[in-house]
């Protein structure tokens, strides 16, 4: 590591000790545009990445409710504001045990060069609760929601901070939580996204992060005069990311052959169709976290307490969660003939993962592979903006244009002197410049 790199890091760890999701995205940052930022001392003057490590705001809260026992629980909910320099403050609420400041942290600086990336007018944020939805009734889940909005809602609106879904939090759940804002604030404004259609979601929102991943995909190959179509294709996961990415995959022509949960993965030779897609609806429905069913409804291979990753494969998609697929993995994905691993979830891979890849074959981070989700959302703000619905045609065709030109800016950033195309530089490159240059337009705020 550059020794420059190393004291700057060194900085940001005494800073934020022990918090290694987050130091984790920023050494990726850091190490990919800096020779970037070396040339451009404009930024270096206006010490743009140091401000930019750090949250604008971070917003830390009780969430006390009663359980259906009549018992008081008490949760932990956070808000991560991290960069508003492009637009308001945009990114999910998890819900999930494993949620941690850091974790959170590590999400809202990736959003923010994400969102960039997009070209949306929409800014970094994440946010959450350590609350667990898995075994709670409907109404716990209300109560829940309504006590956790019960503060959240002092700190966004539709100009200042806009949140969304994540895992853990459906559509279920931001009815519940729009519900609650819209009685405190007393108005009905696109504060949410991810919302019903019946009261201003987009359609294809659910499915946007699965199908943009995958028109990204189909950029990067034809990019090399090759197809998506025929491609035998490993997926982790079984929620709404998997789920719209073996939609559009198969669409496509390709071959989706595993989905995954905490309990397995699922190998099925035969390949995914409508039927088998659906079901991973119903899976998902059922709130038990398993695809073992899967196997025996359809009759393929379940693999317990295994990842997909060992499975040949011509093109991998991590859909669940961060550092899901580690170095071995990914050894043995290319041992077995990938050709190309992109992360449709945050920092799907572990650093020593993504190195490798990057390195051996195609690879693609998930700030820009996996900007579909928030990309629709923003369609999503700017239909509640101008009061109108767009037809699941014209979304559509938004987000397949957003993710071309995202896919793009990587290659405009990230090609090399040899001709090869660094995704990871060319999105982290891709998403700084934009925020730099509206930082130093606003001073030193």
Request: proline share 4%; net charge negative; aromatic share 10%.
């Amino acid at each position: 590591m550059d020794s420059k790199i190393k004291e700057f890091m060194d900085v940001v760890r005494s800073k934020n000790p022990g918090e290694d999701e987050f130091l984790q995205a920023v050494q990726e940052v850091v190490e990919t545009v800096w020779d970037f930022y070396q040339d451009n001392p404009h930024y270096i003057k206006a010490k743009i990445l140091e401000r930019m490590t750090e949250p604008e705001r971070v917003i830390m809260f009780r969430v006390p409710w009663i359980d259906d026992r009549g018992e008081v629980q008490v949760n932990r909910g956070y808000r991560v504001e991290f960069n508003s320099a492009i637009g308001p403050y945009k990114g999910g609420l998890r819900f999930h045990p494993s949620v941690t400041l850091s974790g959170l942290k590590f999400l809202g600086f990736e959003q923010t060069f994400k969102n960039s990336l997009t070209s949306l007018p929409m800014g970094g944020g994440k946010g959450g609760s350590d609350f667990n939805p898995k075994g709670k009734s409907d109404i716990e889940i209300m109560r829940f929601c309504q006590a956790f909005m019960s503060e959240l809602f002092r700190h966004i609106g539709p100009n200042t901070d806009v949140p969304a879904g994540d895992i853990g939090v459906g559509g279920r759940e931001i009815g519940y939580l729009f519900g609650m804002y819209k009685k405190l604030r007393n108005e009905f404004t696109g504060v949410l996204t991810g919302k019903g259609i019946e009261y201003g979601g987009s359609l294809i929102r659910p499915e946007a992060t699965g199908f943009g991943a995958i028109y990204f995909v189909r950029e990067m190959l034809a990019l090399r005069n090759d197809s998506i179509n025929g491609k035998t294709i490993a997926l982790s996961g079984f929620g709404n990311v998997a789920w719209g990415a073996a939609l559009k995959a198969v669409e496509l022509g390709a071959k989706v052959v595993t989905i995954s949960g905490p309990d397995g993965y699922i190998y099925d030779p035969k390949g995914l169709d409508s039927e088998k897609i659906e079901y991973m609806l119903e899976l998902r429905a059922t709130n038990q976290d398993v695809v073992a069913p899967y196997a025996e409804r359809f009759g393929a291979h379940f693999f317990a307490g295994k990842r997909p990753w060992e499975q040949k494969v011509d093109i991998a998609i991590p859909c669940a969660i961060q550092n899901e697929l580690n170095e071995s993995d990914a050894q043995k994905l290319i041992a077995n003939g990938c050709i190309l691993i992109a992360e449709a979830s945050n920092m799907g891979c572990t650093t020593e993962a993504a190195y490798l890849a990057s390195d051996k074959i195609l690879f693609a981070p998930g700030k820009a592979v996996n900007a579909g989700g928030v990309a629709t959302s923003g369609l999503e703000m700017s239909q509640n903006s101008i009061r109108l619905s767009w037809t699941i045609e014209e979304v559509d065709a938004r987000l397949n244009q957003i993710m071309i030109n995202i896919h793009s800016s990587c290659v405009k950033y990230g090609t090399e002197l040899t001709g090869k195309i660094n995704y990871i530089k060319g999105a982290n490159i891709g998403g700084f410049v934009k925020v730099a240059d509206a930082m130093i337009a606003q001073g030193v705020v």
